[in-house]
């Protein structure tokens, strides 16, 4: 044991300032917000669950209007106030139940039009730690804790794997400065940036596929335990798709490039060589496409039906997208869709319905309209329909949303939220939202800046220790963190890259700096080490001769 231990101190090492960077992160995500408050989604879910546990309501991922109406006029318990308390609430549908006020009728089901994975987040965070706000926060941190794990117990041997890990840590911490900066992403625990918790499966499967590793036991069970952890995450939160992309672009990548080199050789070496491969690089594939097929029979078979007939079973999709069309000033002004708000696009697709005179589908959705029984899965097809004519109308303006005023809002995020730019709500589009005032903000220092003393204390730690694995690996883990930056973007720039959207993208940026920066420090080393050798070896001989 002492000799391994020796043998491994340098992965020793870093797993320890792993281990230290996670304690980091706890420790400000504690005290930069306060982990007994949720947002509006999470209330929403968390009374849910709770009507399902005690009054025995249906696990179909819907909501009970009756429960929420009673509720409403309940002081603090009613999910739609910040007041809104837990135990207050979960005390209120006991005492309900024991009267047994809604025994005799059956339950009203409200359709849920985002992602309904969270009922089960808040459903298992309950189940392991209790009923208590609290408990979605150990949750969260449940989750990475095992992927950082199983992803160090894989490749506790590879120093440059296992700094590509610290600097991901590192990037959620400076990260966590910035998640109470709108009552809108209060906390780390926020929905909206629940997919920062499978990007460790993400680079932990990527370098699977880059090692062509064979299905041996012991790679099938880390890949298996990473791959359940993506697919968990894509269930609570849809545009975590973006990673499962990652991926299946990058098997096809690699899957291509290795074809190329059979195709070289000899047809039968060639082709031996080339199946050989396709295994190798297609087992990690196989794992996640049956995760995806078994979600999605899961949904189907445990959803409330209504969901495939007169809701929708995922997020909206055309909404979110046609609602990025408030980025561009023109565009924005033409359909009356600045403030950024649902509302706003709902309002926008009724006045299309009545432009084209489209009776049938406006009767089904504005004859009586009512929020909570909206038929989304119809909605969706008439705002797909909006952003087709749009982008056939308006090419110019399209073209000029997603390469000028997207990315130009993107900076203004990131230059907010370093400090170099003073807060402005309708320059950054955060109308409605309630900023942390700038006061609080120094006193708390809540910045993003990547460039903390810890941090960089930490990383150049790591490569002193890790100098000469990262020196021949620093390009494959700079290639990884580009490109999970550049897919990260996606979200944002499929809706609108305002900061509790992209939160993920501070993280993902930061990341890709840190090993950028290792690979300059390396690149500017290197001369110097080889320079260094001959001289030394050149004063040896003049003392011997």
Known sequence: MARSVLKYWRNCVLTTLTTVVLAGIWYQATHVSSIDQVGIRYRLKCTAVLSQMIYGYPRDYTLDLRLLKFLSSVPDADPYSTKWSLERCAQVIKETVKAREWQSSLPEP?????????????????????????????AFFLVLFIGVVVYILDYFKSPSRLILLLFFLLSLYITVFITN???????????????VLSVVPL??????LLDRR?????????????????????????????????????????????????????????????????????????????????????QRTNYNPDYFTEGYPRHTFWHNAFMGFACHPQLAKEFQIFPISDMNIILAAERYLKDHQDRKRWAMLYGEFRIEHFRWGLYETVVRDMFIATCLKHPVQVLETYLKYKPKILVQQFLWAAGFLSPDIDSLYLYSHTLTPEGSRREKDLFYNPLRWEVLILIMTSLVIGYGDLRVHAREIISLAALTLCFSLIPGFFTYPVIHIIGLVFVTVATFFYVTLSGVIIAAIRPVHHFKKPSQKGSRNHVTV
């Open 181 to 195: 900066l709108t009552d809108q992403l209060q906390n780390l625990t926020d929905i909206r940036f629940f997919d």
């Open 110 to 138: 409200k359709l849920i039009a985002d992602d309904k994975g969270d009922f089960d987040f808040v459903r298992l965070a309950f189940y392991l730690f209790g009923v208590r706000i609290q408990s979605i926060f150990y």
């Open 214 to 298: 064979s299905a041996c036991i012991r790679s099938l069970r880390f890949a298996l335990v990473q791959t359940l952890l993506m697919i968990f995450v894509y269930h609570v939160r849809s545009s975590s798709m973006w990673q499962l992309m990652c991926f299946f672009l990058l098997t096809g990548v690699i899957s291509y490039r290795y074809w190329k080199e059979s195709s070289s050789l000899d047809s039968e070496s060639g082709l031996g060589r080339f199946r050989r491969t396709m295994i190798r690089c297609g087992w990690p594939a196989a794992l996640m496409i049956m995760g995806v097929i078994s979600l999605r029979v899961y």
């Open 203 to 208: 680079f932990h499967l990527m370098l699977v």
